[in-house]
Antibody
Framework: QVQLVQSGTEVKKPGSSVKVSCKAS????????FSWVRQTSGQGLEWMGR????????NYAPDFQDRVTITADKDTTTAYMELNRLRFDDTAVYYC?????????????WGQGTLVTVSS | EILMTQSPATLSVSPGERATLSCWAS??????LAWYQQKPGQPPRLLIY???TRATGIPPRFSGNGSGREFTLTISSLQSEDFAVYYC??????????FGPGTKVDI
């Protein structure tokens, strides 16, 4: 039974950075991709990007390309998402989500979510 | 970017009734479409992928249909635990993978 456990709530100031972690257990880490999806009340669900741990290749959504970095540590089976130059409208719940390796990416397991609040 | 739309925004039904939710893509996505259920305070849960394949553990009252630009999710007989928000997601043309705005199913 796969489990994705994310790091805790963050409160950040505009212009700063946040790094959220996602610890995977219960299955072979390198057999999957790990995406980051955020949820805001105004924008619904937004896919930000993904990492393929077996190759360390990351793909990003154009809207986040210049501000987000997604990485993975195979030794600790943990994926990370770092978002830079935070703005007030980055306030959201950030989820990690597991998908199959390959182009077709649905998400069959999700972390519990991490609330990131951007406030001055 | 492929835009996803869903209708209705809210669907009011009674337990035991049938519910049909619709999802449209701004361009064809073949059968590269998934459906998710989300309850308050919880992450989304995968119901359907490849437009019509139920995910592991999903009861048969949930069924998906469609290809190209038009898709439906049908819940044959609503149970109390089915009242939630439902999202569609395309994975045909990316980046980015894109989600619809959701349909809330309530009593």
């Amino acid at each position: 039974q796969v489990q994705l456990v994310q790091s805790g709530t963050e409160v950040k100031k505009p212009g700063s950075s946040v790094k959220v972690s996602c610890k995977a257990s219960g299955d072979i880490f390198t057999s999957y991709t790990f995406s980051w999806v955020r949820q805001t009340s105004g924008q619904g669900l937004e896919w930000m990007g993904r990492i393929i741990p077996i190759s360390d290749v990351a793909n990003y959504a154009p809207d986040f390309q210049d501000r987000v970095t997604i990485t993975a540590d195979k030794d600790t089976t943990t994926a990370y998402m770092e978002l830079n130059r935070l703005r007030f409208d980055d306030t959201a719940v950030y989820y990690c989500a597991r998908g199959p390796v390959g182009a077709n990416n649905w998400f069959d397991s999700w972390g519990q979510g991490t609330l990131v609040t951007v406030s001055s | 970017e492929i835009l996803m739309t869903q209708s209705p925004a809210t669907l009011s039904v009674s337990p035991g009734e049938r519910a049909t939710l619709s999802c449209w893509a701004s361009q064809g996505v073949s059968s590269d479409l998934a459906w998710y259920q989300q309850k308050p305070g919880q992450p989304p849960r995968l119901l359907i992928y490849d437009a019509s394949t139920r995910a592991t553990g999903i009861p048969p009252r949930f069924s998906g249909n469609g290809s190209g630009r038009e898709f439906t999710l049908t819940i044959s007989s609503l149970q109390s635990e089915d009242f939630a928000v439902y999202y569609c997601q395309q994975y045909h043309n990316w980046p980015p993978f894109t989600f619809g705005p959701g349909t809330k199913v309530d009593i």
